[in-house]
């Protein structure tokens, strides 16, 4: 593999438009850093007028991503349209979650200024996109600068109806339910008296006192989503694991944790994910 230097440019002034941005992401939703995510409608029309540039949809189909691209710095009616579209959509898709998602090169103070005033009360996203170029090539950097998440419910009190394994064989990849096993097994390494318990929204495991780790294995192949409970004590130590293992978080409440890992991460990282896995029960011991 050899080093290559490349020079940063601003895609406008290079001749790019936001419709050949829309067309790339098109072609591959998971560049913008999102996870399994599907376009569901692109330039949808709004009932306020507009247009959203994308309506994109977990591979679950649990969330829905109200998703705005901006060439350049953004600005006040950006963010406004965003989260008009983010209001408009959850109102006509209700059983859903919903997120704001902005897509720009320059990702400004004042966008942040905004965000504060409105008291994190906006599950609201921010990619700043870097655009660089070498030779006759361009390349595409997308980097999640913000990400803003209230769960709408305790995970201990969210699908708390019990179901089999069964439920979940049926639900999920063969692989992905091998990945789950793998988890549980490293996860109880030391804890003879885990709890793993099935429930129908995820596979929650814990021990006498209380659930810490809840993991969701998917339709996709070889892949499990994850959240752990973690403490003031250990959470920044948890966060430089998983970004060693090649994955990015997101922060739920206060100190829940949710990321996801693939059969190819398990294997290369098994000793490190054992010891995320591993700190995070000792914690409630």
Not at 9 to 36: A, T, Y
């Amino acid at each position: 593999m050899k080093y290559v230097k490349t020079d940063a440019i601003n895609l406008r002034d290079h001749g790019f438009n936001e419709k050949w941005l829309q067309d790339i992401i098109e072609e591959d939703p998971s560049i913008i850093g999102l996870g399994e995510i599907e376009v569901y409608r692109r330039e949808r029309k709004q009932t306020s007028g507009g247009r959203i540039d994308f309506l994109m949809l977990s591979a679950d189909s649990t969330t829905m991503y109200e998703v705005e691209i901006m060439l350049g710095a953004t600005d006040e009616s950006h963010i406004i349209r965003t989260i008009e579209y983010w209001d408009l959509e959850r109102r006509r898709f209700p059983s859903r979650e919903h997120r704001a998602v902005l897509i720009a090169e320059n990702i400004t103070n004042r966008f942040f200024n905004v965000i504060s005033l409105m008291n994190k009360s906006i599950p609201i996203i921010a990619i700043q996109l870097n655009a660089f170029k070498h030779e006759d090539k361009v390349f595409l950097d997308f980097v999640k600068v913000l990400d803003i998440y209230e769960s709408p419910e305790d995970e201990e009190d969210l699908g708390l109806e019990v179901v089999d394994r069964k439920y979940w064989e049926n639900k999920s990849a063969k692989s992905s339910i091998k990945l789950l096993d793998e988890i549980i097994a490293i996860a109880s390494e030391g804890f003879e008296e885990l709890r793993v318990t099935y429930n129908k929204h995820h596979v929650a495991l814990g021990t006498s006192q209380k659930n810490c780790i809840w993991l969701r294995p998917r339709k996709t192949e070889g892949y499990c989503h994850i959240e752990l409970l973690t403490s003031e004590q250990n959470i920044e130590e948890t966060k430089m694991a998983i970004e060693a293992i090649g994955q990015s978080y997101t922060i739920r409440k206060e100190k829940i944790i949710a990321f996801a890992i693939t059969k190819s991460d398990y294997s290369k990282n098994r000793d490190l994910i054992k010891e995320i896995i591993g700190k995070t029960i000792s914690i409630y011991k």
